[in-house]
């Protein structure tokens, strides 16, 4: 994982190179996933900005603080709020996004009226409450608290929370370069969003993946094929490195972990639709897979077993 450096309300900070800072979020403070910190020589970059302004404050005190330099560069991974809800402590930076992270921002997050969030997140937050009491399983049980505690940090934030939306556009691939090193930003598509950009720091092989990778969770699938297709490539960088976007700093053996969720996932809805399965009965089947039993996501494995059967079935 690297060395601790430091600690803080919201997260830990860990040296994985030199100038290179994984900030990991710590469970139900408002982080909610993790970030990184670069130091480009003259300036310093920012992935990912975590999902409450107060928690994005704080990452931005400490990657100032850590490399003496100004923030100049914030990358958006992807569009959830886990990952851009800090934004507003990087007004002044260039905020870099693809042109579909910054439209999916723009069109989820838009706050027309604050009364009526603040009511749909009370309310989503009371439904959970409830899914907690009913949860059968413990992990799932465990997971639907752990949402609960990041929400309602994001509901305590959310009279400050600013939407701040990208500024800088790029598609597939754009170099960053200081003057001590370059950063890669790569967009090869979208799997777990319909667009989810990676950022890959050559000389060290160290890679910040956003929530294309992730440890041990079920997270949300939006296309089971590309995000293969994501990975298969990914997988012939020659990374050693990993900083997935929920649990720990990892080499090469997470993405193939992951890899493997995806075919499994994949072949068990395709050979449910060569059966001519229903869909119920195929979950029902495929409830518990023993390899998945410890993940954890507030709608087990579940969601995305539904996920792909459905996707294959189109
Ligand atoms: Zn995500």
Redesign the pocket.
Known sequence: MGSLLRETDYFNLYAIGDGIYAAMAKPGQGAW?NAGIVNLGDSVLVFDSFGTPTAGKELRRQAEDITGKNVQYLVN??Y?G??VFGNQAFKDAAIIATSETLRLCAEKHKMDDFNSEVKEMRQYLSDIKGKIASAKDDIIKQSLMNQYEEMAKVLDDLPELEIVLPSLIFEEKLIIRGSQRQVELLCFGGG??PSDTFMYIPDEKIAFM??LLTEKLH??IVDPEQFQVILQRVNQMMIETFVP?HGRVSDLSLVKTLQGYLVFLTEKAKEAHEREEEAEDFFVRLENPKDYADWKGVNGIRANLIKAYQFYGK
Do not use: C, E, V, W
């Open positions: 996933s991974s992807h959830h886990d990952h777990h969003t956003g929530d997270l949300p976007g």
